[in-house]
């Protein structure tokens, strides 16, 4: 009885040190998941994660419009889109010409910072006057000066005050992750160490996926937007392929969004 008594003692111990970690992963062969797993933002204050946007409205000092790119086939929106790359809330959209991405962060009273210029493919512009409504808007996410939205738990407009006078205001769009996305899906492992790439002029790391265990491991040069990777463990992932419009040099023409962890096994075991 002191045995047992001393064992049980033991492993509570131990369970103790794994929730006070936050670390502790399923030692089990593989293990199912209920569902995605949940998003953390990198701060308490950033409401903006996992929501997209699309510009509805510029408004010039002393509210003059201006005329922004609308929602038909011939006139792509203006969108922007906020998710994190492993660690780091990634803001990605499309300029109005080309695609752009860069790092953000929500400081405090809730103001959007991108912490990075925005980096963006060189497509020529179609109108040309296309190509100055882009560039304003590029550097205008460099100069916000304010931040605000009609409900910060779930907003549904957001609005931008640029350092010029400009106020961009946004609507909601389907949120990346959290439901919703089109396109279609299919089951891919990603292993359990991301290796040394090159992704176009920058030496970076990769995923390593294949579609199938009798495949070689490929080198995936995107991100899995929703995906939260811990090195030693091979997941099975359920995601959703869209096509990426215009893609930068030697990057993927599709991107992949996380619809479910479907396994996962810890390298070992």
């Not at 549904?156 to 996305?181: E, K, W």
């Amino acid at each position: 009885m002191p045995t047992f008594n001393r064992a049980r003692g033991l492993l509570g111990v131990a369970l103790l040190a794994c929730v006070a970690l936050a670390g502790c992963v399923s030692q089990s062969a593989w293990r199912n998941s209920a569902g995605s797993p949940a998003f953390q933002p990198a701060n308490a204050n950033d409401f903006l994660a996992q929501t997209s946007w699309t510009l509805v409205r510029w408004t010039r000092p002393g509210g003059a419009l201006r005329s922004v790119p609308t929602n038909d086939p011939r006139n792509r929106p203006i969108t922007i889109t906020f998710t994190r790359e492993g660690a780091e809330p990634r803001v990605t959209g499309y300029a109005g010409c080309n695609t752009f991405t860069s790092s953000y962060t929500v400081g405090g009273g809730q103001n959007l910072i991108l912490t990075s210029d925005p980096v963006s493919t060189r497509m020529a512009c179609a109108p040309a006057d296309r190509s100055q409504v882009e560039r304003d808007f590029l550097a205008g996410l460099t100069r916000i000066t304010a931040t605000s939205a009609d409900n910060y738990g779930d907003p549904r407009h957001l609005t931008l005050s640029l350092a010029n006078g400009d106020i961009l205001d946004f609507s909601r769009r389907i949120d990346p992750v959290m439901g919703g996305a089109t396109g279609a899906t299919k089951l891919v492992y990603v292993n359990s160490q991301r290796v040394p790439c090159d992704a176009g002029v920058r030496r970076t790391t990769c995923y390593q996926v294949r579609d199938s265990d009798n495949q070689p491991w490929q080198f995936w040069y995107g991100d899995i937007a929703g995906f939260q990777y811990h090195p030693g463990i091979i997941y099975r992932l359920r995601v959703v392929e869209t096509p990426v419009l215009n893609p930068p040099p030697d990057m993927p023409a599709v991107q992949w969004t996380l619809d479910s962890v479907v396994e996962q096994r810890v390298v070992g075991h």
